[in-house]
């Protein structure tokens, strides 16, 4: 069993102008007590992200975990300690064979149905959402709400992170359901590092 730290932020490359802004705000976040940090990127091209992955590489402690979104040959490429593969990418055992059995892999599933598939595969934690109503994806999968969250707990004694709309009002109640941690996106974006403060002290 890995050990997940109740927040798992994520930083998505369109909320930021550059490579500058998305490394201020990542040392922000760490400097707020962040110690797992996704980079996603949905339309970059590959020389792009590896460029700013290698920089968030650079710019951040080594303490840090590193985790791509999609994408596991730039995972290894930039130094990365695991790979996050959704529904429609690589599977988690098309990924564990690219960067192997030391780094991480975690997959994102929306139902009871894909969960329970996605905790039959090496996968080191499995993602679940979108709990609440989200605007980080233009079409996002049905809402899931706290019973989603208690229903995949049942099913799965892996990890449990809950996605989607995961906020500083309602992340607690997230926990409460049985997630161990919450992935965030929206609620980071504006001063990064009293965010996540205040997220670390919520969830305790």
Not at 46 to 67: D, G, T
Not at 145 to 153: P, Y
């Amino acid at each position: 069993m890995i050990p997940l730290p109740r927040l798992y932020a994520i930083l998505d490359a369109s909320s930021f102008p550059d490579t500058k802004g998305l490394c201020l705000a990542a040392r922000e976040l760490v400097a707020g007590g962040v110690t797992l940090l996704q980079y996603r990127n949905k339309s970059g091209n590959a020389r792009q992200m590896l460029k700013q992955a290698r920089e968030l590489k650079r710019c951040l402690p080594a303490s840090v975990k590193l985790i791509m979104n999609d994408r596991a040959d730039l995972c290894l490429a930039a130094g990365f300690d695991g790979v996050h593969v959704g529904q429609d990418d690589l599977s988690p055992e098309g990924a564990r064979a690219v960067i192997g059995d030391r780094l991480w892999v975690g997959v994102s599933t929306h139902n009871t149905k894909q969960l329970a598939e996605a905790d039959k595969t090496s996968a080191d934690y499995l993602a679940i959402g979108p709990v609440f109503e989200t605007r980080s994806k233009a079409t996002p999968d049905p809402v899931i709400g706290l019973d989603g969250v208690r229903q995949a707990r049942a099913l799965t004694r892996k990890p449990l992170v809950a996605i989607g709309g995961v906020a500083r009002e309602n992340c607690r109640s997230v926990i409460e359901a049985g997630a161990d941690a919450v992935a965030v996106i929206s609620d980071l974006i504006r001063e990064p590092r009293k965010s996540a403060e205040e997220f670390l002290r919520i969830l305790g």
